[in-house]
């Protein structure tokens, strides 16, 4: 009889060739106990944090906490349902009214997860007869509310207007209806979307526009608002999805939008109306954090320059960094064979980091992915990088990439 384990052969013998490369398994790092936003402890010693995606240091806010334990203590720990059924608390409603005022729209939805966020309005947007068009190097969450919804999938290159532009003209459906969808910061690489340059496709074609704020909400724009308050096109965004997991340090997802019918969409929207709503201890934190970042703008210009300080460090080093600076940057390795060991040295030397392997990176060649955080000191992030230049010596990893403008 056939094995329900028989297709996981080929994943068992990749995964025993990273541990065999590097003696721990990269997809198993456990934080024994996070000691401030920036030091964990893994592997019994303390370890800088710069793999996580807590941009401005807010998982660990005094006032996130205090909150959380107020509401748990007034409101209990969980809801128990669904938003559509018993899920559905005043604190729901509104953090729903704080977000949709935070990005001056009309309403917006709060869903579980930022996953489902994007699962959810994908979904729920794009029927058969309609076309969705993505950026090619779509975050899983997006790829995944494609498949969930019945719509006809076009990709188009990555962060590329005038290809998404062809490829609408080539539908040649021009009643169609078309929902495009880009990301502000791309999670592996730091690379930021030209966002106004799609704004420009969308009105020329009459599409809709989706984007998804994950890594951008609290990390670009005057107020934070993302890549589209940055680029000065919010007008012309018809959803921004985003996430509370990064910036805000919680967990949780949203959509905010102009249009009325997200009203009828909450009816419609599995991953929303299946799944049980957030406890009030986490809406209760997500408010407390969203108020501390409006009140601290200076948390993200020290982002900004702490990315700038690691990145300029990179380059000096000779690593092969993300051209772009923005919180997540990214350094490229030749080779799988060179990127296990140098990401196991830095551990071991006290440093945490994504390790990012092919298939799953942009143009087959492995990452290191680093984030950057408010919170860092300078003291950090030089530590940091003498730690990679003593890792990649370590690993014989050439330190000569050439510099790239920034
Ligand atoms: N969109 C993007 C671009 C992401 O990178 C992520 C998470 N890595 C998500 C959505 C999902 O967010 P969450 O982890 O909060 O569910």
């Not at 198993?28 to 370890?47: D, F, Q, W």
């Not at 909150?67 to 969980?78: D, K, L, P, T």
């Amino acid at each position: 009889m056939a094995s329900l384990f028989s297709k996981y052969e080929g994943l068992a013998g990749s995964l025993s060739a990273v541990v065999a490369a590097g003696g721990r398994n990269p997809f198993a790092v456990v934080i024994e106990k996070p000691l401030s936003s920036t030091v964990g402890v893994i592997e019994g010693r303390e370890t800088l944090l710069f793999g996580t995606n807590n941009y401005l240091g807010l998982s660990q806010s005094e006032h996130a906490i205090k909150a959380a334990q107020a509401a748990a203590a007034a409101c209990g720990v969980g809801t128990t349902g669904s938003r559509i059924a018993n899920g559905t608390q005043s604190l729901h409603r509104q953090l729903e009214r704080k977000i949709a005022d935070f990005f001056r729209r009309r309403d917006a939805m709060v869903f579980s997860t930022g996953y489902q966020a994007n699962l959810g309005m994908i979904s729920a947007l794009a029927g058969k007869d309609d076309y969705l068009l993505l950026d090619a190097d779509s975050h899983a969450s997006i790829y995944d509310g494609s498949r969930l919804s019945a719509a006809q999938v076009i990709r188009f290159r990555h962060n590329d207007p005038d290809d998404l532009y062809k490829r609408i003209k080539r539908l040649d459906a021009p009643d169609a209806a078309k929902l495009v969808v880009v990301e502000g910061i791309y999670s592996m690489t730091g690379n930021v979307a030209p966002v106004a340059e799609f704004a420009a496709v969308k009105k020329e074609t009459g599409a809709y526009l989706l984007v998804d704020e994950a890594h951008s909400f609290g990390v670009l724009g005057e107020h934070g608002r993302g890549s589209a308050e940055a680029e000065g096109v919010e007008a012309d965004v018809d959803f921004i999805v985003g996430t509370f997991s990064k910036s805000l340090g919680t967990v949780g997802g949203y959509c905010v939008s102009d249009h009325p019918e997200l009203e009828l969409v909450r009816l419609n929207c599995r991953p929303y109306m299946f799944t049980a709503s957030l406890p009030p201890e986490v809406i209760a934190a997500t408010s407390a954090a969203l108020d501390e970042m409006q009140a601290h703008p200076e948390l993200r210009t020290r982002l900004m320059e702490n990315a700038a300080r690691l990145h300029a460090g990179f380059v000096r080093l000779g690593l092969n960094a993300s051209q772009r600076v923005s919180p997540v940057i990214a350094v490229t390795l030749e080779t799988v064979e060179q990127a296990i060991p140098m990401w196991n040295r830095l551990l071991e030397l006290g440093v945490y980091v994504n390790l990012s392997l092919p298939p799953a990176t942009p143009d087959s060649r492995p990452l290191l992915r680093c984030s950057v955080m408010a919170t860092h000191t300078a003291a950090q992030i030089d530590q940091a990088l003498e730690i990679f230049r003593q890792a990649a010596e370590d690993c014989n990893v050439p330190l000569s990439a050439k510099e790239t403008a920034v």
